[in-house]
């Protein structure tokens, strides 16, 4: 008979913590999920899936940049697998708190690592990296070959998690894989991220609880994909006969301004789009009414501005192909938070 496989997620009660904590669990894992000690426990996004009660899911308090607690929490999981998806994960938010990201997004990271090195070898290791170390980018489309040029204290903190991860995959044999995944969203985003500020926005504009949506640079291009296939997509690196880096987008990209429409189009409203730079506005095509406007207090000091990813060896090694539509995935979001923001509740 097989053993049951346990796993060990950082972050459970982020946006892929849930998901990949349902994935596994639909499994038959068995799972660690760690969650942050805070005056109020955040658990809305595994209460959502309904998997908060799961016999097989265990949650523990865990803080990511304290080693001594990465080794106890490695004893007492004894995990086959262990996903790194806890993270100081805002890009704005890191230009303000530097010295914060590279301690959780950076050194966190290696916590965790020298915690696998020290307890348990064996254990694989999944490192979520990101599209954002490629920053101002070295090349159109971005594939694992593509040199690096991180643009925010977020994107470099992510590169050093990276690179100590093929240097203990390399100097030490542990089995550490990094996913270098492009933007991904689905209705339980945190609503600091634009998809998710926009589909919220229009959803509370539609029921008059907000007049106007007030966003930063409508240029920047991102590659959107759905976050419950990327989640996937981690589990499958960890499948794999040998550890590795890859890819995992859609490549496709579209502007902030595109998702913008989709979104408004979405609750069957047209957006006209008016004037440049910060003085762009978007309309309500039947009214006239501004609904979007450009605000500088959401600019960044230095910007990505395009994103496009090449997922061909995910595709080829992994056999991972994403298949919902940015479409289809703006409508999903829409749609959630045009019934959240009607029962009167929005997390
Ligand atoms: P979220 O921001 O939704 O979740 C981050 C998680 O990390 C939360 O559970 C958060 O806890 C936890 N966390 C933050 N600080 C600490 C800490 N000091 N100790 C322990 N836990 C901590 O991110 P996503 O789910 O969107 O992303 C998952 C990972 O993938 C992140 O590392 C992110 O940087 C990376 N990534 C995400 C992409 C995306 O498009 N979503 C793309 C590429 C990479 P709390 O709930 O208490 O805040
Ligand atoms: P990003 O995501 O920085 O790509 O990082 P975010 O959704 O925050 O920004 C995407 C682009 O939209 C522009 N933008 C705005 N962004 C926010 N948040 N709010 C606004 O009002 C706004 N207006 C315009 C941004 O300038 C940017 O160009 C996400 C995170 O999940 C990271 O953790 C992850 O690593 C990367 O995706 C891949």
Redesign the pocket.
């Known amino acids: 008979m097989q053993r049951t496989k346990k796993a060990l997620i950082t972050g459970i009660t982020g946006q892929d913590g849930a998901y990949l904590a349902q994935l596994l669990l639909e499994k038959g894992y068995e799972v660690t999920g760690t969650y942050r000690r805070s005056s109020s426990v955040n658990f809305w996004r595994i209460d959502e899936l309904g998997v908060t009660n799961h016999p097989n899911l265990k949650l523990v308090e865990y803080d990511l940049t304290d080693l001594s607690s990465s080794i106890r929490l490695l004893q007492s999981s004894d995990p086959d697998e262990v996903y790194n998806l806890a993270?100081q994960?805002?890009?704005?938010v890191s230009f303000e708190q530097p010295v914060a990201t590279a301690s959780i997004t950076g050194l966190g990271a290696v916590n965790l690592l020298e915690a696998i090195r020290i307890v348990k070898p064996s254990a694989r290791f999944y490192q979520a990296s990101?599209?954002?170390m490629f920053g101002k980018v070295q090349g159109i489309p971005q594939r694992e070959s593509t040199p690096f040029y991180p643009r925010s204290p977020?994107g470099v903190a992510?590169l050093y998690a990276h690179w100590m991860t093929v240097n203990y995959r390399e100097s030490y044999g542990i089995f550490g894989s990094s996913g270098i995944?492009?933007?991904h969203e689905s209705p339980l985003r945190g609503r600091?991220?634009?998809?998710r500020?926009i589909t919220d926005s229009v959803a509370k504009i539609v029921q008059n609880k907000l007049d106007v949506l007030?966003?930063?640079?409508?240029d920047?291009k991102?590659d959107w994909g759905y976050a419950q296939e990327y989640v996937e997509g981690m589990w499958r690196m960890l499948q794999a006969d040998a550890p590795d880096t890859y890819v995992l987008s859609t490549g496709r990209t579209e502007t902030?301004r595109d998702f913008v429409t989709m979104a408004f189009r979405g609750a069957n409203i047209g957006i006209e789009w008016k004037g440049q730079g910060d003085a762009e506005t978007g309309h309500c095509a039947r009214t006239g009414k501004v609904l979007v406007r450009v605000s500088p207090r959401?600019?960044?000091p230095a910007?990505?501005d395009l994103l496009v990813g090449d997922a061909a060896k995910a595709r080829d090694e992994l056999g991972w192909v994403p298949q919902v539509s940015l479409e289809q995935l703006c409508q999903m979001m829409v749609e959630a938070d045009l019934r959240r923001n009607e029962l009167g509740f929005s997390f």
């Open positions: 993270a994960s805002f890009v704005g990101t599209s954002e977020y992510k995944l492009f933007n600091e991220f634009v998809t500020k007030e966003l930063g640079n409508l920047a991102r902030v959401f600019y960044r910007e990505v």
